[in-house]
């Protein structure tokens, strides 16, 4: 009895210590120590997170992933992706298992504010789109009175669809989905008129399709999808890591940057102060943050900035074919505007 | 006038039976056409069977094998034709197999020889207990082949020299076994040749084994582990002399717990840093594939089994509270889905531990996979207990057997032998059930098939990769649905 109540209280106290030396340390320090970042990313979306198949993650999210690791660690690999699902993903984030999470997630108000998270900043924005066959003839979405819908069950785009057909007094029959994949068999197989769900999908999976001409994506956009990396509450300085690591990509492409000429602009401070304060030949930035002058620069080389990896993952270039639209820089008309590096 | 009458006073010659009802035709006859309305059902069957197989063998032989994209496969196919796109197999199989163990893809070398190794050893161990046809010898040279083969195949001086060593010794004793016959064998015995050390020794040891091979690391510390065996049972040797049997188990258990909580970890560290043997760790994220289907079904399978039986006998127990404890397990996980069993692994196990704890994800997968099939293993196993007459209960008394030697003389071996179809469809369910890891991110055979549509090449491709993991599972499966079958007709004693 005796031996099994000090087994117990050794238990109990070692727990202690270890969550004691667990809450000393910074996530940054942390990540230090394990070398590595823990990363959560999606199971697989077209575009924005898949492996390949020697397992080596690719994708428009694992770019920000790779450019935070290069920022800490100054490796670009020393990210151990951790995939989460819809339903895990909160969690994993809240309870340490992750770092951060890149992984499509929409800015709500309840998940920043009452899931205790804090969105660093968006990285793609995307909103809610409809796609039907060509043959259909419907040229806008106020078009589909009475349209068979194909959509994903339990998401938000269900609410969305639902409030867009009753603002404009339409009827729908849903045909509920539960994944992606099986979006895409019934869609062809004529089990709905009308696939919806984010823009950035729909794009992905009409290039799949045997002719993607014969289909057409409608121009409204029903929701508002801000998608963006996320840390949880309660070490401010490890969430100003991440925002302004994906501040930097963001503004290496406005201030001209790129993964090529970035080498020489950072060899010696140079006539652009900003570019000079960004990358460290001048100021104490990466000091500020606890990091050391070349951060920006190392998060910039990890997979080019913000334009390059959007060319690379899901830019026009790609099967994928996204325009920049909403997600080019605002002096371009889009929406993306990094705070100064000042 | 005479009255003539004819008797044969001969056998004739028995005359070959007609052409329609022996051969293809009799057959046919007697199975497909015997009557108007089976010959319709027949001849509706065909067409059913070939026009299914007219829709499917197309598209299945498609010559895609080497296809790069979806897109390159429909080219290869041409237009308008719909067939399927081996490529994406080819691409990925290795993925769908192994998972993200490491390939040498991103530095430092392929160790998937591990898994393989592991899953290699896996038979060699449990054939002693799977199959008695299998002669001790034959036991042995399966396990000097496999370690002879990994041997060759790490290469280097060291290797090589072992590899061909083993191999040798592989082939010296297998030739031996093949060269003498059972009788000669038991005579060579006989006259004091000696026997081969039993291959449970192998058995028993393989549990260390394996996990060392998957996972890596020390080997001290699958040794260490194995050590809290040694103490247990020694402390149990010295305590129960000194103190009584109940005593004795009471020591030995605390005594190995002590030793496995605290002291392993001190001790392979300590002896690592002496003599550092192991192999490169690697993490339990990097499971995935079959590679993950296979050790959570096989951890389960092996260990469901005996916490069953315990389950099962404390359930049918007299004493009340090894009873409620038991049938409140029972019912209790059997009351619970299996996902919400994982949830509980994944999410809240997590929110619970103080931060920074690392707890193995697939540790705890195990861990709830295992006591969820134990639940199921022992109802099955009490129908089997409830199946034996009572007479069989009064005579093991009657025969003054205590109740553990009841148990196992007597009731387990019957009650086992009714309970085999029961047991293996449990362990076939857990086997599949094991997919259902998909649902908390961990990325096995289906979790893969969504990672590996998310590439641009292959999204949209449905039917080859369910087809191809359907296929795999269908393997293993079918083998164990066998292996049951055989099992029964092997211990048939003829009761009916």
């Not at chain 2, 034996?388 to 003389?409: F, N, S």
Request: charged letters at 15%; hydrophobic letters at 50%.
């Amino acid at each position: 009895m005796k031996k099994s109540a000090f087994l117990g209280a050794l238990t109990v106290a070692s727990i202690a210590a270890s969550a004691a030396v667990a809450q000393d340390a910074s996530t940054v320090d942390q990540i230090k120590e394990r070398g590595k970042l823990n990363c959560g990313v999606t199971t697989g979306l077209v575009g924005f997170a898949a492996p390949d198949a020697n397992g080596q993650w690719n994708g428009f999210d694992v770019g920000v992933c790779r450019a935070v690791a290069a920022a800490v660690l100054g490796d670009a690999n020393a990210v151990e992706f951790v995939p989460t699902t819809g339903k895990t993903r909160f969690t994993a984030l809240a309870s340490g298992e992750i770092d951060m999470l890149a992984r499509n997630t929409t800015w709500t108000f309840s998940r920043d504010v009452d899931l205790k998270f804090e969105f660093v900043g968006v990285n793609y924005y995307d909103g809610q789109g409809f796609m039907v066959a060509k043959d259909l003839g419907a040229t806008s979405a106020k078009e589909l009175d009475g349209a068979t819908v194909c959509i994903q069950t339990g998401t938000t785009t269900e609410l969305n669809l639902a409030d867009f057909f009753r603002a404009n007094d339409m009827s729908y029959e849903p045909v509920p989905i539960e994944t992606n994949a099986e979006a895409q068999q019934q869609y062809l197989a004529g089990a709905c008129d009308v696939y919806t769900t984010d823009a950035s999908g729909l794009a992905a999976t009409r290039a799949t399709f045997e002719d993607p001409s014969a289909h057409v994506l409608l121009p409204e956009i029903i929701s508002k999808e801000p998608l963006g990396p996320l840390v949880r509450h309660g070490d401010n300085n490890w969430g100003d890591v991440v925002r302004w690591t994906l501040n930097a990509l963001v503004s290496a492409e406005e201030l001209g940057v790129t993964s090529a000429n970035i080498g020489e602009l950072s060899a010696s401070a140079g006539d652009n102060p900003e570019i000079n304060r960004l990358l460290g030949t001048e100021g104490s930035l990466g000091e500020m943050l606890g990091l050391d002058a070349g951060w920006a620069k190392r998060a910039i080389m990890a997979g080019g900035n913000y334009g390059e990896l959007f060319a690379k993952n899901i830019g026009e270039d790609t099967p994928i074919a996204l325009a920049r639209g909403l997600n080019a820089q605002w002096t371009d008309g889009g929406l993306l505007y990094s705070p100064p590096f000042r | 006038m005479s009255d003539m009458s004819y008797v044969r006073s001969e056998m004739l010659p028995e005359r070959a039976p007609p052409a329609s009802s022996v051969g293809v035709v009799g057959w046919m006859r007697q199975n497909l056409f015997s009557g108007i309305v089976n010959s319709i059902l027949t001849i509706v069957s065909l067409i059913l069977i070939y026009m299914v197989l007219a829709a499917i063998l197309p598209w299945v032989f498609s010559p895609t094998w080497n296809g790069t994209s979806q897109n390159d496969c429909r080219e290869i196919v041409g237009n308008g034709h719909h067939a399927a796109c081996w490529g994406v197999i080819n691409d990925r199989w290795q993925q769908l197999l192994f998972g993200f163990y490491p390939n040498g893809s991103e530095g430092g070398a392929d160790q998937r020889w591990r898994p393989i190794v592991a899953f290699a050893l896996l038979f060699v161990a449990v054939t002693p207990v799977l199959f008695n046809m299998i002669s001790r010898r034959m036991n042995w040279v399966l396990l000097l082949a496999v370690l002879g083969l990994t041997g060759l195949y790490l290469g280097g001086a060291v290797g090589m020299i072992v590899g061909l060593v083993l191999l040798g010794a592989a082939g010296f004793v297998g030739f031996k076994a093949l060269s003498t016959d059972k009788e000669a064998r038991a005579a060579e015995i006989e006259a004091g040749a000696k026997r081969l050390p039993n291959p449970l020794i192998f058995s028993a040891i393989y549990p260390f084994i394996a996990p060392w091979l998957l996972w890596g690391g020390t080997i001290w510390l699958p040794i260490a582990a194995a050590l809290g065996f040694v103490i247990g049972y020694f402390a149990f040797v010295f305590a129960s002399r000194a103190l009584g049997s109940l005593i004795g188990i009471i020591v030995a258990v605390v005594a190995a717990i002590i030793w496995w909580m605290v002291l392993t970890s001190v001790f392979a560290n300590a002896v690592d840093s002496i003599l550092p043997i192991g192999l490169e760790a690697v993490e339990s994220r990097k499971f995935g594939g079959f590679m993950l289907s296979i050790t959570i079904g096989v951890v389960a399978i092996a260990c469901s089994l005996p916490i069953g039986i315990v389950l099962a006998l404390g359930r049918q127990s007299d004493l009340m509270i090894v009873k409620a404890l038991c049938v409140g397990f029972i019912e209790f996980i059997r009351g619970v889905p299996l996902i919400t069993l994982l949830f509980v692994a994944s999410t809240l196990l997590n929110i619970f531990m103080p931060p920074g704890t690392n707890f193995d994800i697939i540790l705890r997968v195990l861990i709830m996979v295992t006591l969820f099939a134990s639940a199921y293993m022992a109802e099955v196993i009490r129908g089997g207990l409830a199946a034996l007459p009572r007479g069989q209960y009064e005579a093991a008394d009657a025969l003054g057997l205590d109740y553990w030697k009841a148990q196992r003389l007597i009731i387990m071996p019957q009650a086992l032998k009714i309970s085999i179809p029961g047991i293996v469809s449990t362990f076939i369910g857990v086997f599949k059930d094991t997919t259902l890891v998909s649902i908390i991110g961990l990325l096995d055979p289906l979790g893969l098939s969504n990672a590996i549509r998310a590439d641009q090449a292959w999204n949209g491709l449905v039917w080859e990769l369910y087809g191809f993991i359907a296929l795999l599972f269908f393997v293993f499966c079918f083998s164990m649905s066998r292996y049951s079958m055989y099992l029964e007709r092997r211990l048939h004693t003829g009761h009916r």
